[in-house]
């Protein structure tokens, strides 16, 4: 298949240009199409790792509306909570059941998060598919670069 040289230069253009309310993700489109040697290489870089496109965190109660994304929400953790088989979930609310977001943890990835426990209280930024469980959306924790800021050094489970 062969290419207009053009075409990774459209997709550049039209990327930055579709995205008008995040001006971050505008400064990394930007970034990335000016910095990598041809366009075609920027343009196979946003396909290819939409994580470098680094879009604002959303707030944790507007999460359910980008169910299926890969985004970064933002909350305080109000409570850890253990369930069945060493599950543990992060929550954002007092009442976990009428909470629009939740973060769940499988007991076999805590070796690679870290001790969980310590994020109580703490405000957190997390990255991850958002899915729809219990009428909810949720992100699984399954690695400690997921989390960012303060949260991002927890100690050892």
Not at 138 to 154: M, P, T
């Amino acid at each position: 298949m062969n290419f207009s040289p053009a075409l990774p230069v459209n997709i550049c253009l039209s990327l930055f240009m579709s995205v008008r309310a995040e001006n971050t993700l505008r400064r990394s489109l930007r970034l990335i199409c000016a910095v990598l040697p041809t366009p075609r290489l920027a343009a196979l870089a946003i396909v290819l790792f939409p994580s470098l496109s680094f879009a604002e965190c959303i707030p944790f109660d507007q999460a359910d509306k980008h169910i299926g994304e890969n985004r970064c929400v933002t909350g305080k953790v109000v409570r850890v909570e253990t369930g069945e088989d060493g599950v543990h979930y992060l929550d954002f609310c007092g009442e976990r059941e009428l909470c629009p977001f939740s973060v769940v943890i499988f007991s076999y990835d805590l070796k690679n998060v870290g001790d969980v426990r310590q994020l109580v209280g703490k405000v957190i930024e997390i990255r991850g598919e958002l899915n729809e469980s219990d009428d909810r959306a949720e992100i699984v924790l399954e690695n400690a670069r997921q989390l960012k800021g303060q949260s991002a050094k927890l100690p050892l489970w």
